[in-house]
């Protein structure tokens, strides 16, 4: 009897989950819509409130252990700003979000400014609770990268340690979940990407592999053992992302790529001090406030060629930018102070180059 009472419960549940699918895939349809016809506008943002992180992974540069959560009315107004631009997309990064104890009025404001809201966590801290608490606060999307299954010396964001994570948010979250692996850049077992990927794809999740460079920064080819693990993943579904992708390629081959890169302008990095950014790993230019952050600016920098591009591995800032890789050839601007080959010393979730599949 007590099964036939919960079994209506649990319908209910998957018809709720089904419905904000539907409405946040029509909602994001809407949103390349509206960046289709218009350039005039930041397609994502990603948004720092938190820099401290709970986790020390050795590879990553976006994170330390003393900085305290930014103020919730100073991040309310930064999103407000983000809203004054007509940003489609505000993703929360880090550091670590959940440490910032007023992450819920965070998600809010985003969604009250009509943007998708996405999280970038290492899901150390969720437990059934904090998830209802994400539910209700309207995130639409959150990642998880896990870097092994074992828990090693580079990383502790393993299979082993958040499994029973990821069970808690099969269970409760009605928000899309991916779960990032990744290869490349020392990752001790490569073949343990195509372990986590069989495991989001098994909980209902979709998971996406990332390609990474090694602790000084530089792009290299895979090795071979790596390139099949990585080939293994892509064929896990026919359902990927690959077409927006395309650049992947090149990567997996240590060879540059020729795109339009519209950092600054379709992508914006808002780090914890509320400047403006081209990318995490390109923290210093524009690095204008915020708050003057203006459509001049965002139609500036669509215009402006960037020295860092072919050898780019900043997946979300590519994948952006596919959606004008048909239009507005750029050109040099001579205010930039990005140098040409620039490039950082590490990588987080936002920072390796992504295929997804579902």
Do not use: I, M, S, W
């Given at each position: 009897m007590a099964n036939e009472i919960a079994q209506p419960g649990t319908r209910r549940t998957g018809a709720k989950r089904r419905l904000r699918a539907v409405t946040r895939k029509l909602r994001e349809l809407g949103s390349i819509g509206s960046a289709l016809a218009s350039t005039g506008h930041p397609y994502m943002a990603h948004i720092v409130p938190m820099r401290r992180c709970n986790l020390a992974c050795t590879y990553c540069n976006e994170y330390d252990d003393v900085s305290k959560p930014v103020d919730i009315e100073e991040m309310e107004r930064r999103i407000d700003h983000l809203g004054r631009l007509g940003t489609s997309v505000i993703t929360i990064s880090?550091?670590?979000?959940?440490?910032?104890?007023?992450l819920d009025r965070v998600i809010a404001r985003i969604r009250k400014t009509g943007a998708i809201a996405g999280m970038i966590t290492n899901g150390y801290l969720l437990m059934p609770d904090r998830i209802e608490r994400l539910n209700r606060a309207g995130l639409d999307h959150m990642q998880i990268s896990i870097d092994n299954v074992m828990p090693d010396e580079v990383s502790k964001k393993s299979l082993k340690v958040l499994d029973a994570k990821l069970k808690m948010l099969a269970e409760h979250a009605e928000f899309h979940v991916n779960i990032n692996s990744v290869v490349g850049g020392g990752i001790a077992h490569p073949e343990d990407a195509y372990t986590i990927s069989q495991r989001a794809l098994g909980l209902g999740f979709s998971s996406t592999i990332g390609i990474i460079h090694d602790g000084s920064g530089q792009l290299k080819p895979l090795g071979g053992e790596e390139r099949e693990v990585w080939d293994r993943v892509r064929k896990l579904t026919r359902r990927s992302y690959s077409r927006f992708n395309q650049f992947q390629e090149a990567i997996a081959n240590g060879k540059p790529n020729d795109w339009r890169c519209r950092a600054g302008s379709r992508y914006l990095y808002i780090c914890e001090q509320g400047l403006v950014h081209y990318c995490s790993q390109q923290r210093g230019y524009p690095g204008v406030p915020l708050a003057?952050?203006?459509?001049?600016?965002?139609?500036?920098?669509?215009?402006?060629?960037?020295?860092?591009?072919?050898?780019?591995t900043i997946s979300c800032v590519h994948q952006v930018s596919y959606i004008d890789h048909w239009r507005a050839p750029q050109g040099p601007n001579s205010n930039s102070g990005l140098a040409v080959g620039g490039q950082g010393h590490g990588v987080t979730e936002q920072g390796a180059g992504l295929v997804q599949i579902q």
């Open positions: 880090g550091g670590e979000p959940l440490l910032h104890p007023e003057e952050y203006k459509t001049a600016d965002v139609k500036r920098e669509f215009l402006t060629e960037k020295g860092c591009a072919p050898n780019c």
